[in-house]
């Protein structure tokens, strides 16, 4: 009897449906084998579509935040400098302690510059001295001298106290 199959295995399988009388139609160990990679692709392929969805719903979500527009207002809000009615005693003395009378003390006296008093402050109000090194005014040492410059804010102070007459309040 001569056979027309391709393969041993499918001459077995070929065999059992003939032994069995099975009508219905057996796969070769091949179609099996074609259907497993099928599902296994199929299946690679869904989880390839979730992952791309999950990419895609996380980009759009990128974007949109990116999109938000930020008003430098809202950002940074002026918490305002108050420079009205300005105190020696309560505004200006406190800045000159905490930037100025580490060097500029009547012990330390660097420079020959005593901020200690007010009669003292005063003398260096008349002569522009005070404001502009504090403001780093052309012709002026910047003060505080290695150390942090003072708030725009504490600057604008001590200027408006100046301005008022520099009252010894």
């Known amino acids: 009897m001569q056979s027309h199959l391709k393969s041993p295995q499918t001459g077995i399988l070929s065999a059992q449906r003939q032994h ?40 759009v979500a990128c974007l949109i935040t990116a999109c938000y527009y930020d008003v430098e207002e809202e950002l940074y809000p002026d918490t305002g400098c108050d420079s009205e009615d300005i105190s020696y005693s309560e505004d200006v003395l406190p800045l000159l302690q905490t930037h100025c009378l580490v060097c500029h003390s009547q012990m330390a006296n660097f420079g020959n510059i ?44 001590i200027a408006s106290w100046i301005e008022d007459g520099a009252p010894n309040n």
């Open 114 to 157: 005593n901020l200690e008093g007010y009669d003292q402050v005063l003398v260096h109000v008349g002569t522009g001295g005070l404001l502009g090194s504090i403001r780093g005014d052309d012709g002026w040492s910047v003060m505080p001298q290695g150390r942090p410059r003072m708030l725009d804010c504490n600057i604008e102070k």
């Open 20 to 59: 069995t009388g099975h009508r219905k139609s057996l796969y070769s160990v091949r179609d099996l084998q074609h259907i497993a990679v099928r599902r296994h692709l199929y299946s690679m392929k869904s989880i390839i579509d979730t992952i791309g969805k999950l990419l895609s719903i996380g980009l």
